[in-house]
């Protein structure tokens, strides 16, 4: 296991503050269990074996509620990849020393576990399954719905309704602005992942508006929807604003036409590999200089 070194931060941290003394605790003592990658098996049996495995007084359902704290106050994700549950820690600039991680990253293809969309605590989108089980006007015969959910107990409210017509229908009204059909497709798609809309101002029908222009009419609401589907760490953290949405227009398009996204466990590695490339033309520099190549 490697030596993992505390920085001063950690005592005026907002997040940590708030933790309770054993939520915090449980975050120091996965910060010595993660691998190199800052992820760990999330199963509350695995995590109170390493983190409190003196501690009897600490059962499974405790251990989960802690997870599930520090998650709240921003200070770690806990997603589902496949079959099983992991953990990632937020801001984690640790250099890795193995090629890859022992469990899978967080990506667009996981599902975000314990989210509450109205915690105040926590700045993470709702990304559960609609089961069968809840009460949800279907037929019996129809299939689960998946999407947004709130917590057990807290009623649903529907789509907002859409008052105009999409400009791409044959009776659109001419007169709509440039900006409608991008600004539905980012509404729909925001309210689909945080259960409201998202604030509309000056500010908001500007940034739009540039955004159009730096990307093309066509493919703008494509790119818009996508951007809040997106799991970036960083757009998750700022819960999709449009502001984000027009700093990196050019990247999402790159991203959704060709049907990749750059995590930023890949950045990492490309300036890593990236430094050691200049260190390395560094040295051949020095020796074709003295005559020795």
Same mark, same amino acid.
């Given at each position: 296991?490697?030596?993992?070194?505390?920085?001063?931060?950690?005592?005026?941290?907002?997040?940590?503050?708030?933790?309770?003394?054993?939520?915090?605790?449980?975050?120091?003592?996965?910060?010595?269990?993660?691998?190199?990658?800052?992820?760990?098996?999330?199963?509350?049996?695995?995590?109170?074996?390493?983190?409190?495995? #003196?501690?009897?007084?600490?059962?499974?359902?405790?251990? #989960?509620?802690?997870?599930?704290?520090?998650?709240?106050?921003?200070?770690?994700?806990?997603?589902?990849?496949?079959?099983?549950?992991?953990?990632?820690?937020?801001?984690?600039?640790?250099?890795?020393?193995?090629?890859?991680?022992?469990?899978?990253?967080?990506?667009?293809?996981?599902? =975000?576990?314990?989210?509450?969309?109205?915690?105040?605590?926590?700045?993470?989108?709702?990304?559960?399954?609609?089961?069968?089980?809840?009460?949800?006007?279907?037929?019996?015969?129809?299939?689960? =719905?998946?999407?947004?959910?709130?917590?057990?107990?807290?009623?649903?409210?529907?789509?907002?309704?859409?008052?105009?017509?999409?400009?791409?229908?044959?009776?659109?009204?001419?007169?709509?602005?440039?900006?409608?059909?991008?600004?539905? &497709?980012?509404?729909?798609?925001?309210?689909?992942?945080?259960?409201?809309?998202?604030?509309?101002?000056?500010?908001?029908?500007?940034?739009?508006?540039?955004?159009?222009?730096?990307?093309?009419?066509?493919?703008?609401?494509?790119?818009?929807?996508?951007?809040?589907?997106?799991?970036?760490?960083?757009?998750?953290?700022?819960?999709?604003?449009?502001?984000?949405?027009?700093?990196? &227009?050019?990247?999402?398009?790159?991203?959704?036409?060709?049907?990749?996204?750059?995590?930023?466990?890949?950045?990492?590695?490309?300036?890593?590999?990236?430094?050691?490339?200049?260190?390395?033309?560094?040295?051949?520099?020095?020796?074709?200089?003295?005559?020795?190549?």
């Amino acid at each position: 296991m490697p030596t993992r070194y505390l920085k001063p931060g950690i005592c005026d941290s907002e997040a940590i503050n708030k933790c309770s003394p054993l939520a915090e605790i449980l975050f120091y003592r996965l910060l010595v269990n993660v691998d190199d990658y800052g992820r760990l098996d999330a199963r509350p049996a695995i995590i109170r074996s390493k983190c409190f495995p #003196l501690k009897d007084s600490i059962d499974n359902k405790k251990t #989960l509620d802690l997870l599930v704290e520090l998650q709240n106050y921003g200070l770690i994700i806990i997603y589902k990849s496949g079959d099983y549950v992991y953990l990632q820690m937020q801001k984690w600039d640790n250099i890795p020393r193995s090629k890859e991680s022992k469990f899978p990253e967080f990506n667009t293809d996981c599902i =975000q576990m314990y989210t509450d969309a109205f915690n105040s605590n926590t700045n993470l989108p709702v990304t559960v399954t609609v089961t069968e089980t809840e009460t949800v006007n279907r037929k019996p015969e129809q299939k689960p =719905q998946t999407g947004t959910v709130f917590p057990e107990g807290v009623k649903i409210s529907p789509p907002p309704p859409q008052k105009i017509k999409s400009i791409s229908s044959k009776n659109s009204n001419k007169d709509l602005s440039p900006s409608h059909e991008t600004w539905a &497709a980012y509404s729909n798609a925001y309210f689909s992942r945080y259960g409201t809309e998202p604030v509309r101002n000056a500010t908001v029908n500007a940034q739009i508006s540039s955004f159009i222009k730096r990307i093309g009419f066509d493919e703008s609401p494509h790119v818009a929807s996508f951007f809040v589907h997106h799991n970036n760490q960083f757009y998750v953290q700022k819960m999709h604003t449009v502001g984000l949405l027009l700093a990196d &227009a050019e990247k999402l398009r790159t991203e959704w036409a060709t049907k990749k996204t750059v995590t930023n466990t890949q950045a990492r590695q490309a300036d890593k590999k990236q430094s050691n490339a200049n260190v390395f033309n560094q040295l051949i520099d020095e020796y074709r200089n003295k005559g020795k190549i």
